[in-house]
T-cell receptor
Framework: NAGVMQNPRHLVRRRGQEARLRCSPM?????VYWYRQLPEEGLKFMVY????????ESGMPKERFSAEFPKEGPSILRIQQVVRGDSAAYFC????????????FGQGTRLTVV | AQKITQTQPGMFVQEKEAVTLDCTYD???????LFWYKQPSSGEMIFLIYQGSYDEQNATEGRYSLNFQKARKSANLVISASQLGDSAMYFC?????????????FGTGTKLQVIP
C-alpha cells in the first residue's frame, strides 16, 4: 500500500517559469491538503481539495497559485511566474474522510527558484 | 494570536535520557485534535502521536507520550530513552473547526539534538 506520492522531489525553476507539483494520495483517499514550509518555519496550510472540488483555499496566495484535484489523476499545485520567495518545501497530505486522526504526508517537493 | 506555540527553538538531550518538548495551543472549539510530527534532516513529515480533545487518557505510542493538560491548553511531547535517531525537528499541530475537515495548524518547531 503505497503512501502519499509527491513528484518531483526536487524542482529547480528560473524566475518567471512555471512550477507544477504533483501529489498522488494514498489509495482510497479522496481528500488532499497542500502545505508550504518556508526555510526554518513550520508548515502553513494552503488549500484543501476533494475530487474535482476546492473546499478551502484560504491559505493560497491570491495570484500565481492554483490547485486542482481532477476526477482522474493526481492533485496538481501550479505556480506561475515563480519568484525567489516561492522557494520552499511543498507538502501534500491525504485522508480518507473529513475527520480523521491523522493526515498522511508525502515526502514533499523542494522548489528552488534561481 | 498564535494558535500553536512552541517556545523551545532548540533542545539538547543526552542519549537514553527523557526529554519534554513543550507545546501550548489556543482554540475556542470544544472538539479539536493535537498532533506531533517528526521531521528528520531528510525532510519527510512523520506522524508520531495524536490526542483528541475528548480523550481522557494521555496518548502513548512506544517511547512517545503526550502530556495533555486541557485546562492549561498544553500538549507536551515526552520522548523516553532518547536515541541518536531522535535528532530531528519536532512540530506540534492542531486540527480544529466544526467545518468537518482536517485543516491543521503547525507550530514553528523544536530542533532536538541527542548527544551521545
Amino acid at each position: 500500500n503505497a503512501g502519499v506520492m509527491q513528484n518531483p522531489r526536487h524542482l529547480v525553476r528560473r524566475r518567471g517559469q512555471e512550477a507544477r507539483l504533483r501529489c498522488s494520495p494514498m489509495k482510497g483517499h479522496s481528500h488532499v491538503y497542500w502545505y508550504r514550509q518556508l526555510p526554518e518555519e513550520g508548515l502553513k496550510f494552503m488549500v484543501y481539495l476533494q475530487k474535482e472540488n476546492i473546499i478551502d483555499e484560504s491559505g493560497m496566495p491570491k495570484e500565481r497559485f492554483s490547485a486542482e484535484f481532477p476526477k482522474e489523476g493526481p492533485s496538481i499545485l501550479r505556480i506561475q511566474q515563480v519568484v525567489r520567495g516561492d522557494s520552499a518545501a511543498y507538502f501534500c497530505a491525504s485522508s480518507p474522510w473529513r475527520q480523521n486522526t491523522e493526515a498522511f504526508f508525502g515526502q514533499g517537493t523542494r522548489l528552488t527558484v534561481v | 494570536a498564535q494558535k500553536i506555540t512552541q517556545t523551545q527553538p532548540g533542545m539538547f538531550v543526552q542519549e537514553k535520557e527523557a526529554v519534554t518538548l513543550d507545546c501550548t495551543y489556543d482554540t475556542s472549539d470544544q472538539s479539536y485534535g493535537l498532533f506531533w510530527y517528526k521531521q528528520p534532516s531528510s525532510g519527510e513529515m512523520i506522524f508520531l502521536i495524536y490526542q483528541g480533545s475528548y480523550d481522557e487518557q494521555n496518548a502513548t505510542e512506544g517511547r512517545y507520550s503526550l502530556n495533555f493538560q486541557k485546562a492549561r491548553k498544553s500538549a507536551n511531547l515526552v520522548i523516553s530513552a532518547s536515541q541518536l535517531g531522535d535528532s530531528a525537528m519536532y512540530f506540534c499541530a492542531m486540527r480544529e473547526g466544526s467545518g468537518g475537515y482536517q485543516k491543521v495548524t503547525f507550530g514553528t518547531g523544536t530542533k532536538l539534538q541527542v548527544i551521545p
